[in-house]
């Protein structure tokens, strides 16, 4: 039976090139001349340092610009964290590099693949969102619906199998 997977998987190999290129545009830029601002990778965690509100979004906007770069699409980074502040004028920000489908985008890709009406099947499977179906070709119609109804999850799909 045809089937494939729904899967949020940011390529991490590419997140932590960007990051070091940020980090060296950070060393090397003029207005960041004697600040503690920098950028740090651990795990699927991005933290930002800087001395003030204003330089934490300048590095912000330096990372999204690398990973734009890299084809990484910034949509995989959540930025709800709120900004810290720690010991005397320093701030900063953790920043959670999204991996998997949390339960809530699954059920919701689940009922939008159910109310569709097409002969395809949305099976949630831990952190993916398996779809099966008959045909080759609701499968695509499936696909497209989902990336049309779900613009603000950057999903992708692997193991399509016939």
């Excluded at 089937?3 to 960041?32: H, M």
């Excluded at 990372?63 to 010991?87: H, M, N, Q």
């Excluded at 993916?128 to 109804?149: F, P, S």
């Amino acid at each position: 039976m045809p089937s494939f997977d729904t899967v949020l998987e940011p390529n991490l190999v590419e997140v932590r090139n960007a990051v070091d290129q940020a980090s060296k545009e950070i060393g090397t830029r003029f207005d960041f001349k004697g600040s503690s601002s920098k950028v740090e990778l651990k795990d699927k965690e991005l933290t930002v340092w800087a001395d003030s509100d204003f330089q934490i979004g300048q590095v912000m906007d330096i990372v999204l610009a690398k990973l734009a770069k890299r084809s990484v699409d910034a949509r995989y980074l959540d930025r709800s964290a709120k900004i810290e502040k720690i010991g005397g004028d320093k701030v900063k920000q953790l920043i959670v590099i999204k991996n998997g489908i949390d339960s809530e985008t699954a059920k919701k890709l689940q009922t939008v693949v159910k109310q569709s009406k097409l002969k395809v099947q949305a099976a949630i499977q831990g952190d993916t969102v398996r779809v099966t179906g008959t045909k080759r070709d609701d499968l695509q119609a499936a696909m497209a619906l989902i990336r049309k109804e779900l613009p603000d999850s950057p999903l992708s799909f692997d193991n399509f199998r016939d």
